[in-house]
T-cell receptor
Framework: AQSVAQPEDQVNVAEGNPLTVKCTYS??????LFWYVQYPNRGLQFLLK??????LVKGSYGFEAEFNKSQTSFHLKKPSALVSDSALYFC????????????FGAGTRLFVKA | GAVVSQHPSWVICKSGTSVKIECRSL??????MFWYRQFPKQSLMLMAT?????????EQGVEKDKFLINHASLTLSTLTVTSAHPEDSSFYIC?????????????FGPGTRLTVL
């Protein structure tokens, strides 16, 4: 069965510092991996995805994620955090056997302090 | 990019009434639509998957008679919460999927906040 784990409920970082939001996954076969961001009372906004190819994926708003197959991880990173990055971040996995069913992690709340 | 809308964005209703939430893909035809439920400070829980013209597939533990899903066209799906009760209060998010160059893409609506008094 597919699963996604986000081990941190909350991440605190100072503005200008690098940030990392962790995600590990479990899926049979090669996964499709996603990161989404959610602002209060809003739907999900797509940040980036990994399908195949380079392990470092660049996405929206300066975010990037590194796919590590041996560690089954897909951590979200940004070199310099902004206060406006404060939001709820979800990692998600979908198997590539067809269909759209996506499993979401529990979410990590990011607080960026000025 | 593809846009998915939901209506209403928020609704307050009395216990025992039914509420209908619409999900529309505005600029593409959605092969499949999904309904999620999100409790405060929690993740999205998939409720059901629907394909146009066929019955929805509900996840385990989701009452299909309570959460009626209709997917009448490739651009519209509706979720009706029947005989709503306070415990149904939640944030409901739909998503629409399409095939793009052989790759599935999924786009999310802005969500609907339901409050049942």
């Amino acid at each position: 069965a597919q699963s996604v784990a986000q081990p941190e409920d909350q991440v605190n970082v100072a503005e200008g510092n690098p940030l990392t939001v962790k995600c590990t996954y479990s899926v049979s076969g090669n996964p499709y991996l996603f990161w989404y961001v959610q602002y209060p009372n809003r739907g999900l906004q797509f940040l980036l995805k990994y399908i195949t190819g380079d392990n470092l994926v660049k996405g929206s708003y300066g975010f990037e994620a590194e796919f590590n197959k041996s560690q089954t991880s897909f951590h979200l990173k940004k070199p310099s955090a902004l206060v406006s990055d404060s939001a709820l971040y979800f990692c998600a996995v979908r198997d590539n056997t067809g269909g759209f069913k996506t499993i979401f992690g529990a979410g990590t709340r990011l607080f960026v302090k000025a | 990019g593809a846009v998915v809308s939901q209506h209403p964005s928020w609704v307050i209703c009395k216990s025992g009434t039914s509420v209908k939430i619409e999900c529309r893909s505005l600029d593409f035809q959605a092969t499949t639509m999904f309904w999620y439920r999100q409790f405060p400070k929690q993740s999205l829980m998939l409720m059901a998957t629907s394909n146009e013209g066929s019955k929805a597939t509900y996840e385990q533990g989701v009452e299909k008679d309570k959460f009626l899903i209709n997917h009448a066209s490739l651009t519209l799906s509706t979720l009706t919460v029947t005989s709503a009760h306070p415990e149904d209060s939640s944030f409901y998010i739909c998503s629409a999927g399409r095939l793009a160059g052989g790759l599935d893409e999924q786009f999310f609506g802005p969500g609907t906040r339901l409050t049942v008094l």
